[in-house]
């Protein structure tokens, strides 16, 4: 794992290789089973051009047809989900001044828009919102579902996941 591999070209060697330079050369000598994760800032990916290795990104795709039909099937995802678990609609029903809200309707189409918003095409991270709420570990009664520090929990666990997810493939 490499993380902030863009950072490392600013302390560049006054010889010898860099780690991208380094990497270029000796990547037909690397194994297979050896995996390799770099992390790049997109408006620095210039640095990793050299690089003959698979590149995944984890930000919006400028396809705007691509981009829909993710936003189409994680709200697909996120609905199912709401529908087939009582502990998850339960848990998503705000209360107002004490009393549950009368439209379930609205407080879950409220809470999927703002999970949606979150998520940002990431089905990683609607699927482990969704279970940590429906296991009571997360509680997202409000009347405007925000909560930063279990956001802030919640991307730990996505980023985890992603990194464990590339090694064991």
């Not at 809470?111 to 991270?125: E, I, N, Y």
């Amino acid at each position: 794992m490499i993380d902030a591999f863009c950072e490392a070209e600013y302390h560049r060697p006054d010889r010898g290789d860099t780690i991208a330079s380094f990497l270029t050369r000796h990547a037909p000598n690397i194994p297979s089973w050896l995996k390799i994760v770099c992390t790049v800032r997109t408006q620095l990916l210039d640095c990793a051009k050299q690089l003959p290795y698979t590149r995944i990104s984890l930000d919006k795709t400028t396809n705007d047809a691509i981009s829909n039909s993710i936003a189409k099937d994680l709200s697909d995802y996120v609905g199912y989900r709401l529908a087939q678990s009582p502990s998850i609609q339960s848990n998503v029903t705000a209360s107002v001044n004490g009393k549950a809200e009368s439209s379930c309707s609205a407080n879950q189409t409220r809470f999927s828009s703002h999970l949606l918003a979150l998520a940002r095409g990431s089905f990683l991270f609607a699927k482990l919102t969704l279970d940590l709420i429906e296991s009571g570990h997360l509680v997202a009664k409000s009347a405007s579902y925000k909560v930063c520090a279990i956001i802030i929990f919640i991307s730990i666990l996505t980023i985890i996941a992603i990194i464990s997810s590339l090694f064991l493939s």
